[in-house]
């Protein structure tokens, strides 16, 4: 069973686009993430929630919405994809406080033509 | 000022050669947690290792160690005999900040290992 899942692996879209990517864990915990890698391997926190309740919201463009139907799925909304957005995105999921490793999914391959 | 660094960028080492990662972190915090992580070319993350302010020792893991000294801010990560599946990108993290679900990873830029047969 997978740990930490998300769908698709791969998307390739259009400038100006909306796109989702799912994300859902398996492993009981209550807090998820978003991260974003980029061409140069720089991995940076976009997201975490706690509980279904936004925790962490770092410097990203409001086009980015995430929405955590339940503890165990936290969604990943892109509005108006521009081709800056092109990169890996990874869910992951832990415990809260900041102790505990995190899991993280396969990551979704975002590409933005 | 970046909080996580790895200087090294990029090392090749051939089969069976020792090959030490370096971390350099920087918090205010008297407690924080670091972290190893390893990204082979399949792209996933996987987890390798939680240090926390508090506990110093040094950690073996069959050809993996790790050394923990807070007195330079370091968390250094050494692969003994080296192989070529070791071949990867390796992530040094940090967990800091308000107790709580508010505390974050931040990642260092990652130093990409090629170990060549």
């Known amino acids: 069973d997978t740990a930490v899942s998300q769908t698709p692996k791969y998307l390739v879209t259009q400038m100006g686009n909306d796109k989702s990517i799912k994300c859902e864990q398996n492993?009981?915990?209550?807090?998820m993430y978003w991260y974003k890698q980029d061409s140069k391997k720089f991995l940076k926190i976009m997201f975490s929630?706690?509980?279904?309740?936004?925790?962490i919201n770092e410097t990203v463009p409001n086009r980015f919405s995430p929405k955590s139907p339940d503890k165990a799925h936290l969604n990943l909304h892109i509005n108006s994809l521009e081709l800056g957005d092109s990169a890996v995105y990874f869910c992951?999921?832990?415990?809260?406080?900041?102790?505990?490793?995190?899991?993280f999914g396969p990551g979704t391959r975002l590409t933005v033509l | 000022a970046q909080k996580v660094t790895q200087a090294q960028t990029e090392i090749s080492v051939v089969e069976k050669e020792d090959v030490t990662l370096d971390c350099v972190y920087e918090t205010r915090d008297t407690t924080y947690y670091l972290f190893w992580y390893k990204q082979p070319p399949s792209g996933e993350l996987v987890f390798l290792i939680r240090?926390?302010?508090?506990?110093?020792q040094n950690e073996i893991s069959g050809r993996y160690s790790w050394n923990f000294q807070k007195s330079t801010s370091s968390f250094n990560f050494t692969i003994t005999a080296s192989q070529v599946v070791d071949s990867a990108v390796y992530f040094c993290a940090l967990s800091e900040g308000p107790s709580g679900s508010a505390r974050q990873l931040t990642f260092g830029s990652g130093t990409q290992l090629t170990v060549l047969p």
């Open positions: 929630y706690n509980n279904k309740e936004l925790i």
């Open positions: 492993l009981g915990h209550d807090t």
């Open positions: 240090r926390n302010s508090f506990d110093e």
């Open positions: 992951a999921s832990s415990w809260s406080g900041g102790r505990d490793e995190q899991f």
